[in-house]
């Protein structure tokens, strides 16, 4: 091999060298669009919760299990001793059925009057058969004839009252009924079951406490789904809309995820002058209900602005200042930049240093220096 071939092949090792170090992973400085944003602080909460109360006094005979226990709809949570409704509902049965036989008797009776009027009977006078009957046929027949008896108009009035005496046992049958109804309403509010699938939040009593209406005594939450309850300050609350979707930042490990505005409360606090606004979290989002949570909120009373966004491993640091590689004509040029807020994609803001559309090296060897 001769001195000119030496030559051709370390040259074509160096422009392979040259090659392979000027092989970067890069990435476009992209241009964005964006307004200022606050940090509200809320609360988790779940996604609805209701406290059970007491309805009837009472005793408390049965209490489901331990915060945490879980349940379905239509479960007994919290029993209160039903003895005393129980006898009354036993007493009631019992007016029901002497109330039935009272209607019955009453129809009989009027059926009997329908079809064997008292008036054209001749019982009226018993074992003497020939008075009673002298009566029907010559003293009643005088009587209407002058005007003193009507035979039927008192048949008329003989009916009527047979009639009213069955509408009367109908009403106190009826009364029975609805005290009997009464009496099973009172009998199921001695149970409170779950409205919904859910947990036990808290347990308010013991077994063994006695209670009187309107007390608490448990409660029960869905906790499938959680959503964050925060006070939204009015100049924020005006950028925000049913169904838009925020950053939120759960104190469980700095988790951030997608929250959306769920509901916006119409009236404002006038004394905080704040509105309340509840966002919903995604499913199986970690944490429970009373944790911390942050919401990121747009700022519309600030005047959108333009900036340079860049990834974040783009960014190195020699000495205090932030600076990054750009390629120029296929050379690394560094340039000192100036970062702002990191974004949600992953990317960093970039305040000043570019003006957008660089390509800039991704993870730069710590030996790359500027022009090589």
Do not use: C
Request: glycine share 10%; charged share 20%.
């Amino acid at each position: 091999m001769t001195a000119a071939d030496f030559a051709g092949l370390s040259f074509a090792q160096t422009a392979i060298a040259q090659q392979a170090e000027v092989s970067y992973q890069t990435a476009r400085v992209s241009t964005t669009t964006s307004g200022s944003q606050a940090t509200v602080g809320g609360t988790v909460i779940p996604f609805k919760q209701v406290t059970l109360t007491a309805q009837i006094p009472g005793r408390v005979t049965f209490l489901i299990g331990l915060e945490g226990q879980r349940a379905t709809a239509g479960e007994v949570l919290v029993q209160i001793g039903d003895e005393a409704i129980q006898a009354q509902r036993r007493a009631a049965t019992a007016q029901i059925s002497q109330a039935e036989a009272a209607l019955r008797n009453s129809q009989m009776q009027y059926s009997r009057e329908l079809y064997a009027p008292r008036v054209d009977s001749i019982s009226g006078f018993p074992g003497m058969g020939v008075p009673a009957t002298f009566d029907q046929f010559f003293t009643r027949g005088f009587a209407n004839s002058f005007g003193n008896s009507n035979t039927a108009v008192e048949r008329q009035a003989d009916l009527y009252a047979r009639g009213v005496g069955i509408n009367q046992a109908q009403s106190a049958m009826l009364q029975a009924q609805a005290n009997l109804e009464g009496l099973d309403a009172r009998l199921r509010d001695s149970r409170s079951v779950a409205p919904f699938d859910g947990v036990v939040i808290s347990r308010l009593v013991e077994v063994g406490d006695t209670v009187q209406p309107g007390m608490p005594l448990i409660n029960y939450a869905y906790t499938d789904y959680l959503r964050i309850d925060a006070e939204v300050p009015v100049r924020l609350a005006a950028g925000l809309n049913v169904g838009m979707i925020v950053r939120a930042r759960l104190d469980v490990g700095g988790v951030e995820v997608d929250a959306k505005v769920a509901q916006i409360f119409p009236v404002a606090d006038p004394k905080r002058h704040t509105v309340r606004v509840k966002f919903d979290l995604p499913f199986d989002t970690p944490g429970g209900p009373g944790m911390y949570a942050e919401v990121t909120i747009p700022d519309s009373s600030v005047p959108m602005r333009t900036e340079q966004a860049l990834p974040a491993e783009a960014l190195i640091w020699r000495g205090s200042l932030p600076s990054v590689f750009v390629l120029e004509n296929g050379k690394p040029s560094l340039r000192i930049v100036r970062v702002g807020y990191p974004l949600p994609d992953g990317r960093v803001s970039v305040v000043s240093g570019l003006s957008g559309g660089e390509e800039v090296i991704l993870n730069p060897p710590a030996n790359l220096i500027s022009g090589d």
